[in-house]
């Protein structure tokens, strides 16, 4: 089972905001923020292949190995209301023995 996290882009101070903190041990307080202001976002369950938690509105370059060899794409994570799960240029969000994906950056910074 999949830990339930979120992150917050703070549009005012342009700095992203996490939980849990010291303070709190979850993050669902995250949750509690005015929608104003801020944007949402969850933890996906997954880690990069450096270990980075990644998060929707991550920005991922991933690697296809193919039998003609490596093919390098990019892609934003997010959630897909249709097929109920996270996704990056149309592909599950999954690692796999032949792909292999990297954050590279979010759309906020």
């Known amino acids: 089972m999949r830990e339930i996290k979120f992150r917050a882009w703070d549009k005012i101070n342009k700095r992203m905001i996490y939980g849990p903190t010291d303070d709190n041990p979850s993050s669902s307080w995250i949750l509690a923020l005015p ?9 996906t369950g997954l880690k990069d292949k450096n270990g980075k938690e990644i998060y929707e509105g991550d920005i991922v370059k991933f690697n296809v190995n193919l039998e003609g060899g490596k093919k390098e794409r990019f892609g934003l994570v997010e959630w897909d209301n249709n097929l109920s799960c996270f996704t990056f240029d149309n592909l599950f969000m999954e690692p796999t023995p032949r792909r292999t994906i990297e954050i590279i950056g979010n759309i906020h910074v």
């Open 35 to 43: 929608d104003e202001g801020v944007v949402k976002m969850q933890y």
